[in-house]
């Protein structure tokens, strides 16, 4: 049983990371710059955002499946992303 919870573990901080790249990929595509950046951003968003809501006491993703947790990273980290857009774009 351990050995199973340890599996579902690795294979969800690996849908995470895939997402994080996914939206970074994405984000660094429109934006047409600073690729490595929104790469960086997106995995980090998409891995900390649930964890922030756990955090916040959104009791929802404990209880949720794989496909919860991997909508609200998605979601997560799109919208850190177009923070950081916009962020960017001020400075240029």
């Not at 919870?5 to 996914?22: C, D, F, Q, R």
């Not at 690729?35 to 649930?50: I, K, Q, S, T």
């Not at 209880?63 to 923070?83: E, H, K, N, Q």
């Amino acid at each position: 049983m351990e050995g199973l919870m340890e599996a579902i573990g690795a294979v969800a901080l690996t849908s995470l990371v895939v997402i994080g790249l996914v939206a970074g990929f994405i984000a660094g595509k429109v934006a047409g710059r600073n690729m490595a950046l929104y790469l960086v951003v997106g995995v980090m968003a998409a891995v900390a955002v649930p964890f922030v809501l756990a955090a916040l006491g959104i009791g929802v993703l404990a209880a949720g499946s794989l496909l919860l947790l991997l909508v609200v990273a998605t979601i997560g980290a799109v919208l850190v992303l177009i923070v950081v857009r916009a962020l960017l774009g001020r400075q240029s």
